[in-house]
């Protein structure tokens, strides 16, 4: 016996998949039409961004100008990669600087292969409390490396590191960057430039994050830029280009940034120190950091820049493995959540201006409501055409906002990465990644999107661990 629903519940239903259509394709929309804008505003910055001057040049510019930089490196369980990454950091190009290693209470032989390869002896050293942070139980140094200091303290988390080394740093700026990672030698040089230029209102600077996996890499500098064979990575490599030389540069220029990354970032000590630091509790403290500096200088009612840096790079490993990755996914999504939700009266609110209505506008559309509507979409929309409860146009509007439009900014995120920076020198290479840029919608963007709803689940579980992140260390590519 055939079951014919009534008129009435057809048209309801009918009605019904359309409106869940309808949400899905426009926040889809919505979505590249912010990616659209922001795609024009880094083209404008990279294009109206002052000729970019070679190291002697920046020297010659800035040495006598340059404030006295504190680099802050907390490392727990890194002891892979943590003497290339100090190797790197010794050998920065900035007239005055410090370097802060911080073992967060590593359960590995993170601070004795320190000690050993730098030959560093216990000393006696004061630090204020101006934020606060786990017991420090010892510190290390050597006079012929009178840059370096190494802080070993009691596990507390990454926030909590910071906050050790802010107290220690006696620099008016702190670099905070990840142990795991190795700074180009004219970084700090080039990430300056704002606190030089508008010294009164400077209060943080983000500079670019790349992929290290694949490079050559000799005494803790990438000295060769070659792409991964592991398609992870170079999906992520696609992922850090639109994160960094589209989104965050376009909301840098806008006035509008939410996040620096932990990886590299620039900060006024004192600013910091006025909002008590890192937070302990949250996963996303990077980003939690830089929203409550907006917040304090919007309530002070002072003017104040958040800039970002394209020139300025940061190399990282990322996770080749898909179960690390995901759980790096599921901890960032976590992370957006926590810092949304615990300033969530920002959103949309007069009172704090772009950062109110575009940056936390940037947040609901991408971190809350982003996967979710997505993945509501990939089930819902294939079932209701195939249940003929929509039409075949509502099916080929949803497959183009979701796909053509993201293959679309991916190729022109790699066009404007080509036409301004050139750091793939190679045509074979931007060619592998052009094709990156499409095959990542098939499979690999939808994994991402579950990925994120398992860090939705996590947040409404309040889960707070970082979860365990293996790395092959830099010696995997080391020349």
């Known amino acids: 016996m055939n079951f014919e629903p009534a008129a009435w519940a057809r048209d309801w239903m009918l009605d019904s998949a359309q409106a869940i259509a309808l949400v899905v394709i426009v926040t889809g929309l919505a979505q590249t039409a912010f990616y659209i804008v922001q795609l024009v505003y880094a083209a ?55 370097v802060l290693l911080v073992n967060d209470g590593s359960k590995d032989g993170t601070l004795a292969r320190v000690i050993a390869e730098f030959g560093l002896k216990r000393v006696g050293c004061y630090i204020d409390d101006s934020v606060t942070h786990q ?16 802080i070993d303290k009691e596990n507390g988390g990454k926030a909590d590191a910071l906050n050790a080394g802010i107290n220690a740093a006696r620099s008016p700026l702190f670099c905070a960057i990840d142990a795991d990672s190795i700074l180009e030698t004219d970084a700090l040089l080039r990430v300056v430039r704002p606190f030089i ?62 996040v620096i990354s932990g990886a590299f970032g620039l900060f006024s000590r004192q600013r910091v120190v006025e909002v008590g630091g890192y937070s302990h509790g949250t996963v996303g403290e990077d980003m939690e950091l830089v929203i409550k500096l907006h917040r304090h200088m919007r309530d002070l009612k002072l003017p104040y820049r958040i800039d970002f840096i394209p020139e ?20 960032w999504q976590r992370g957006a959540l926590e810092c949304f939700v615990k300033h969530r009266d920002m959103t949309f609110n007069p009172r704090y201006g772009r950062i109110g209505f575009v940056g936390f506008g940037h947040i609901v559309l991408v971190d809350v409501l982003g996967p979710l509507i997505e993945v509501l979409g990939y089930i819902l929309v294939p079932l209701l055409w195939g249940l003929k409860l929509l039409a ?88």
């Open 197 to 258: 230029d508008y010294p009164d209102k400077t209060v943080a600077v983000g500079g670019t994050i790349r992929i290290a996996n694949g490079c050559t890499i000799d005494t803790g500098r990438v000295t060769g830029v070659r792409l991964p064979r592991n398609f992870l990575a170079l999906v992520q490599i696609m992922e850090y280009l639109r994160a960094f030389l589209m989104a965050r540069l376009a909301l840098g220029q806008m006035q509008a940034l939410t």
């Open 312 to 331: 300025p790079v940061c190399w990282t490993e990322c996770p080749e493995d898909l179960g690390v990755l995901a759980r790096q996914r599921s901890r």
């Open 392 to 479: 075949l146009p509502w099916l080929l509007a949803f497959l183009a906002a979701t796909f053509t439009f993201g293959i679309a900014i991916s190729a022109l995120t790699l066009i404007l990465e080509e036409v301004q920076l050139r750091r793939f020198p190679r045509a074979r290479e931007l060619a592998i990644l052009a094709l990156i840029s499409v095959i990542e919608n098939l499979g690999y963007r939808q994994l991402s999107n579950v990925w994120r709803l398992k860090g939705w689940w996590q947040f409404l579980r309040r889960e707070q661990g970082w979860g365990a992140m293996t790395r092959k260390g830099f010696g995997g590519t080391t020349a």
């Open 135 to 150: 017991p420090i139980r010892g510190f290390y140094a050597s006079p012929d490396l009178p840059r370096l200091l190494v």
């Open 44 to 98: 404008i910055a990279l294009h109206n961004r002052p000729p970019v001057p070679r190291g002697a040049t920046l020297w010659r510019r800035y040495s006598d100008q340059a404030p006295p930089i504190a680099v802050i490196a907390p490392a727990y369980n890194e002891e892979l990669t943590v003497v290339e990454s100090v190797r790197s950091l010794l050998a920065l190009h900035y007239p005055s600087f410090e």
